[in-house]
Each structure stands twice: as C-alpha cells, then as structure tokens.
C-alpha cells in the first residue's frame, strides 16, 4: 500500500520536475537578467555609460566582431535543413486481394507444400495480425505462382509507378525538376535497375544522380532517406529527391517446407511508397529532424538472423531465426541509445544518466531507467514486420494501445509491406485526422544484417484531405484483434 502511494506521488510530481529541468535556462536566465537589472538601477545609468566609454576600442571591436563571426561560420558549416515536400503510398486493387482461405486453398493444390506445411501456414495466419484484405502481385495467384523475370518486372511497374504517379500529382511537380532518385528493393535486382526503369519511364534528366539500394531489408526505407539527405548536402539549393520504398514479391515466394522459410509466405504482402525531399522548405509538410543508423551485424548471430539461403531440396527462402526477436531487441537498445540524446528532453537524459551511474555503484542491483520517448514525440510508426515484433516494441518502449495503433492496423489491412510500411503508417495517422502541425514523428525499421534505423519527422503542414490508400477503408479502423491463443 506504502508503495502505491509513493509510486503515486512520484507520478503527480514528475510533471513539476519535468517542467524545471525543461526549463532550466530560463529558471537561470531570469534571476540573472534581474540581477543585472537590479544591479544597473543601483550604480545608475550614468555610472554604466562611464564604465563603458572607459573600454578600449580593441576590446568593443572584438566584443561585436566575435559573436558575428561565430555565428557566420556556424550558419555557413551547419547541414542544410532537408523537408519532405510529400509522399504517396501505392493504392492495392481489389482483385489483387488474398483471403486466408484463397492463400490455404492454393497452398494444398500446389504440390511443393504437404499437409503438415499447409497447417502451420494456417496457424501462422491465424495468430498473424493480418486481416482478409491484403494483396498480392498477379503473378501470385496462379497455380503453381509464377516467379518469372516478366511477372517481376510487370510487379515492379505497377507499384513503383503508381505510386510515383500519385506523388507526381500530388505536388505538381515535373520530372525534370528531380535531381536525385534513390530506390530501395532488398531481392530483387533487375538488370537495368529500378533507377534506370524511372528514368525511362519519366524520361528524366541525363544528370539526374540515382542510386539503386538492395539486399539491405524491411529498414532500408530509411537508409534510402539518409542517402538522399546527404546527396541533397552537395546538390545545389532546393534540390529535389525521388526515396522509393518497395519490395518485390513476385520472385521470392518458396516453394519448400522448411518452416523457417514459411513465414515471410504468410507475412509478407505487395506493397511500396514514393517519398519527395528538398532542401527548398516553401511547399514542405515534415522536416526530416534525425536519422539515426545503428548495424549488429558484427555478431554471427545477428548477421544469420535473416538469410536468404537454399533448403535441401534447393529452394530459395528467407530463412528466419528463432533468435530474432532477440536480436532485434539488442539492436533497439543500440539505436535508442543513439537517438535518445538528439530528441529526449533535459528531463528524461538527466533520470537516464543518473540511472545509469547508480547502476554503476549499485553493480546493477537496480533495474535500468527506460527513457519516456512519449516526451519526444507524439506519434509513433513501428515497422509492421509482424504482432511480435509490434508487441515487443510496445512493451520495450512502454506504449499505449493507441501509440501502436498503426502499426497494428497497418499490419491488418496491408501486411508486411517491407520498407514502405512506414509510410502507410504515417498515411494511417493522417487519414485519422491525429497530425498536428508541430507534432514530431519517430519512424523505427528493421532489416536483416542486422540493423535498426530510425528517423525523426516534425509536422508542418498536416494533409488537407483523407485520401492516400486509407481513403476506402478509414472509416472501418480500427478494428479488433483477437489475442493469440496459447496451445
């Protein structure tokens, strides 16, 4: 009872200290100021403008000349501040749709899966989180599903390009203003690269900087952001950036019965964003705060966690650990770590750094401080790589129900859309009416490797209207998922 109480105090007074310690420079600032005023009112102002004649011409040269200077270099080597003028989600199609049913039912027609494959499909669906809507490519809903070079690349066209062709409307912009297009597909590397196929299709610039990223995961998404930030560093003055967020599904569906490869089948769904950056803030709805990148892939461990590898009957798969949530928890820690000290308040960084040294004296005899990045940031986009990955995030970072809303409805209507599920997240938030101008977004990917990357947004200019992919479905979610079932 004693301790429920005094959990209970501190609760009422963490705001009051959050306050002072947030505050801190005017809680100095102010007695200071008063201080000297009251000091100029004691001596009188005839005495200060005698002190200050008194001052040697060098010394008031420097006292102005010095500040200036500072402040011109700081302007002049400071990065330049990247925005993002937009983005547009690819909008799947009701007849690509994939009912569990369908997925079950062409899963025992085709004769590389058994029975007992077919069954644990059926119970990995069941506890997934994905509703009955998601989509796959065309070429997925054949028997047996076509893997070919064609189906690919007709895939490709259709999400990459749609998706283009809305963010194109969206900003009226003309292709020849972009300057630099990074696209990002982790398996499937076509030879010309997605690059070449946008400048092609929209007959873009001949010195237009592209750059075709793979192999990298579900967190490339972000690293694509961060490369084109720093591209934009060097390009002239409000430069634009094409980000493509995709991944391509036709090619990579297995065919075997290693149940380590089986769940990116039951997980994994078409999916993919374009993303518009400039150093030119006039039109812009976010500017990009932080993008922090954090590698594990050091540790054996982590680097096999997901691999793309052969089964014994020479089926290509993604081969997915047993130890990934694991993994990926120590690679949360690693970015947090990281991120913290750029977004967190003086308040949380001071209760973390004096954690910390209790722990230190105490030999870790006391549990570690979780910085409150509710602090930072008012909407949180979780990389929908499935319910356990949302639910970890969940309890590790200590979110609400409605903080991890996104991801989770996200997950529901799209599947695991890869890298571009971000952005479909960031749609989920708009579409509800929840962005605020000056609300700051934090956006967390994971990828084989194995990385966690992360990226700050804040609000401003909220989206006009619900459109985007939510625009047929927003008035439905969110909706209820049933709790896994333990056997």
């Known amino acids: 009872m004693a301790m429920a109480s005094s959990s209970g105090q501190m609760k009422r007074l963490k705001p009051l200290y959050q306050l002072a310690v947030n505050n801190i420079l005017a809680v100095v600032t102010v007695p200071l100021a008063v201080a000297v005023v009251m000091k100029v009112a004691e001596v009188g102002p005839e005495e200060v403008l005698a002190r200050a004649r008194s001052l040697q011409p060098l010394h008031m040269f420097l006292a102005a000349f010095v500040p200036a200077a500072a402040t011109a270099v700081y302007l002049m080597l400071r990065p330049r501040a990247v925005y993002m003028v937009d983005y547009a989600c690819f909008r799947t199609s009701p007849n690509c749709r994939v009912p569990f049913a369908t997925f079950l039912e062409h899963s025992r027609v085709w004769p590389g899966f058994d029975e007992r ?64 297009v990074v696209v990002n597909c982790s398996l499937f590397a076509p030879t010309p690269s997605f690059t070449d196929m946008i400048i092609n299709r ?84 976010f500017r990009l705060a932080r993008v922090v990148r954090t590698l594990t892939g050091a540790k054996d461990g982590a680097y096999h966690c997901v691999y793309q590898e052969e089964d014994d009957r020479g089926n290509v798969g993604i081969n997915l650990s047993k130890d990934l949530m694991s993994i990926a928890g120590d690679a949360l820690k690693a970015n947090i770590t990281a991120m913290g000290p750029l977004v967190l308040p003086a308040s949380e960084q001071l209760l973390f750094a004096l954690s910390f040294i209790a722990r230190k004296v105490l030999s870790g005899r006391i549990k570690p401080y979780i910085p409150d990045f509710r602090t930072a940031f008012e909407h949180f986009c979780i990389h929908a790589g499935g319910r356990a990955v ?63 990357n992360s990226a700050a947004w804040e609000c ?16 439905r979610y969110p909706v209820h998922i049933p709790d896994v079932l333990k056997h």
């Open 390 to 452: 949302i639910d970890e995030l969940q309890r590790s970072l200590t979110l609400s129900d409605e903080q991890v809303e996104a991801s989770r409805m996200t997950l529901h209507r799209f599947g695991n859309t890869s890298s571009s599920s971000l952005w479909y997240e960031l749609a989920y938030v708009e579409a509800k009416g929840r962005m605020r101008r000056g609300d700051r977004v934090w956006m967390i990917g994971f990828g084989s490797g194995f990385k966690c």
């Open 202 to 285: 929209y007959k873009l610039r001949k010195d237009v900087r592209n750059v075709h990223l793979s192999g990298m995961g579900c967190s490339a998404g972000l690293i694509a952001v961060g490369l084109a930030r720093n591209l934009l560093q060097v390009a002239p003055m409000g430069a634009h950036a094409l980000v493509v967020s995709t991944e391509t599904i036709t090619p990579n569906y297995y065919m075997g019965q290693e149940r380590a490869m089986l769940l990116p089948n039951c997980l994994f769904r078409m999916g993919g964003a374009a993303v518009l950056l400039s150093t030119n803030g006039a039109n812009a709805r």
């Open 117 to 180: 494959s077919v069954r644990f499909m059926t119970r990995l669906l069941e506890r997934s989180g994905l509703g009955e809507e998601t989509c796959l490519p065309y070429a997925q809903h054949y028997i047996p599903p076509s893997r070919d070079l064609e189906s690919s690349r007709a895939e490709v066209e259709l999400v990459v390009f749609s998706a283009i062709d809305d963010l194109l409307a969206k900003t009226s912009i003309s292709p020849d203003d972009i300057d630099i």
């Open 460 to 475: 401003i200019r909220p989206a006009s209207n619900a459109g985007g992919p939510w625009a047929a479905c927003i008035h």
